[in-house]
């Protein structure tokens, strides 16, 4: 069901038994487990699909493992369990993540338990070996039953030095053990939402819709077009994260604060020397203050992150100046000869963690679980389920204790779940790529690099894509390793909308570094060829991409003049 069909089955049926408002991965997952069961349901996003902090995550799948010292034991099994799932149900994006953790003391740290049962809000001191064998070996003994990658293991200071010679030589010892990252998270995000409308039609779903209240009740506005049309759920599911308490106010349910989130700023650098410097881990760290940071090769390139600074407007979160000199001075304490220009930075990205409110001093200590609140209804509004917390990591497990409680409510029971459910091209994943690459570039006619660019973005799910693209002549963009047939698809069937969501959201060109201006206008002729935007529509949707691009990632095309000219409509 495409757009159009959407709203003109919303115009002639108002009613739906639940509404769920956010189409972050958690709205995705409760979305999902509510359509599986056969129930009435609807998703509406504000913006585009996982456009908020569910596009600006650490990249990380984990357990957590500085949760233990907060005492979140449950939370991290559950995210162990969950980390675990993602790696067999999601494979093309969830790989495992050997992580190596610098030791520069030996007994530090053994009080900040203590301080935290004691509810004392100091800030925690630097972990030493200790407690950072204690936290690694419940770790180990979380996943002992299912074991799936190595247990952890620890080397002096000579071996660590000879493993990454370009470390903080004053390191006394390292420990590595074994999380996973996801390549692309929007993307998983997004193949959950269509796997759901593909086998569930009845289930709808709208990005760039917002919902409100009214006199009358509630209402969804199409934000493209101003369109406005009752809506009449049985339930509401808020699940827009950082954006709760807005969202609770908008369609005029009464409840108190819930969220109290914080903003964590990333950078991708293109640097070969960090590049080579990682060897292929990612390394957890503690900067001079306490917070812990990470840096991993993401994509051909490092990330770096984050910070964690409190914020009471989601709308305005953006990677600020000195959030990237901390970033960068936090790297030069882990690696201090390797220096990073300010033309290295590529891209730089910041999102709200949705964490429930909180008047800890030290925003690490903040709780990281997720729960539900039920607002009760109003004579205006229906009941309205509230997910509080939470973290990538356990989005099912999230999604499916909201279904629970919404299928409770409405009477209803749980006839399936999702535990072992694969998703998008995850699904009849090869035991040998390599072998699967080779027969899709051999069947289709593409070069075997193509087959393999093919194969990382999309799993298995590239088959089907391929079939089309080589119905034509395969035509790669300028300088990049994306076909206009390939675009074309994604425009067609992914719900694009924008020109930030084809490049920040559809595929990594922007978070790579890859976009250029020649680039970009031929994605704009795609998306304006398949929209029918005129040169007016495609200039103003242009101008607004730069801008975003310029304001929330720092990225610049200072050479650039917003015209029509058709020969390098970016740059004059």
């Not at 609807?42 to 995550?57: F, H, N, R, V």
Request: aromatic share 8%; hydrophobic share 40%.
């Amino acid at each position: 069901m495409n757009r159009t069909e959407t709203l003109a089955a919303l115009r002639g049926r108002p009613d739906v038994a639940v509404l769920v408002i956010g189409g972050g991965i958690n709205g995705i997952s409760v979305f999902r487990e509510l359509a599986l069961q056969g129930v009435d349901v609807m998703l509406a996003e504000k913006g585009d699909y996982c456009s908020g902090a569910s596009a600006a995550l650490s990249r990380m799948v984990h357990g957590g493992l500085r949760y233990l010292e907060n005492g979140e034991f449950k939370l991290v099994r559950e995210s162990l369990v969950e980390r675990d799932r993602l790696l067999k149900n999601a494979p093309h994006y969830v790989a495992p993540l050997p992580t190596t953790v610098p030791i520069f003391d030996i007994f530090s740290g053994i009080a900040n338990g203590a301080v935290r049962f004691l509810g004392l809000t100091r800030r925690p001191s630097r972990r030493g070996a200790f407690v950072i064998k204690a936290g690694l070996t419940l770790y180990d003994r979380f996943t002992a039953s299912r074991r799936l990658m190595p247990a952890h293991r620890f080397r002096g200071r000579t071996e660590t030095l000879k493993t990454w010679p370009a470390i903080n030589p004053a390191i006394r010892s390292s420990a590595t053990y074994y999380d996973a990252w996801v390549s692309r998270p929007e993307r998983l995000g997004l193949e959950m939402l269509l796997d759901t409308l593909t086998a569930h039609p009845s289930a709808r779903a709208l990005n760039y819709a917002t919902v409100a209240s009214d006199a009358s009740g509630l209402v969804l506005t199409d934000t493209l077009t101003g369109e406005t049309l009752p809506i009449r759920p049985q339930l509401v599911i808020n699940a827009t994260g950082g954006w709760i308490d807005l969202t609770n106010q908008a369609i005029g349910a009464p409840a108190p604060r819930m969220m109290g989130g914080t903003k964590g700023s990333h950078l991708i650098v293109d640097n070969p020397a960090l590049y080579q410097a990682l060897d292929g881990h990612m390394v957890y760290y503690e900067n001079e203050d306490g917070r812990i940071c990470i840096l991993f090769p993401y994509l051909g390139k490092v990330l770096i992150g984050s910070t964690d600074i409190r914020v009471d407007d989601p709308d305005s979160v953006r990677c600020e100046d000195d959030e990237r000199r901390y970033i960068l001075q936090s790297l030069s304490f882990v690696f201090p000869s390797i220096a990073i220009a300010d033309n290295e930075i590529v891209f730089q990205f910041s999102g709200v963690r949705p964490l429930p409110a909180s008047k800890d001093s030290f925003t690490g200590r903040i709780p990281r679980d997720h729960f539900c609140e039920f607002v009760e209804a109003t004579d205006a509004v229906p009941a309205t389920l509230c997910m509080i917390g939470g973290k990538w990591t356990t989005f099912r497990s999230f999604g499916a204790l909201a279904a629970d409680m919404a299928l409770e409510r409405l009477g209803l029971t749980r006839t399936i779940g999702t535990e072992d459910l694969a998703i998008g091209g995850g699904r009849a994943f090869p035991a040998n790529p390599a072998a699967w690459i080779a027969g899709l570039a051999r069947e289709h006619g593409l070069s075997p690099d193509y087959a393999q660019h093919l194969f990382e973005r999309y799993g298995t799910s590239a088959e089907a894509l391929a079939a089309d693209i080589a119905k034509d002549p395969v035509e790669m963009l300028p300088g990049s390793d994306y076909s206009a047939g390939e675009i074309a698809a994604i425009v067609e069937r992914e719900q694009v909308e924008t020109l930030a969501d084809l490049f920040l959201r559809r595929t990594t060109i922007a978070i790579s570094g890859g976009l250029t201006p020649d680039l970009i206008d031929a994605g704009l002729a795609i998306l304006a060829e398949q929209k029918g935007w005129d040169a007016e529509r495609s200039a103003g949707e242009r101008s607004d991409f730069l801008g975003l691009l310029a304001s929330q990632h720092g990225v610049h095309f200072p050479d650039c003049a917003h015209t029509n000219d058709k020969r390098s409509a970016l740059c004059a």
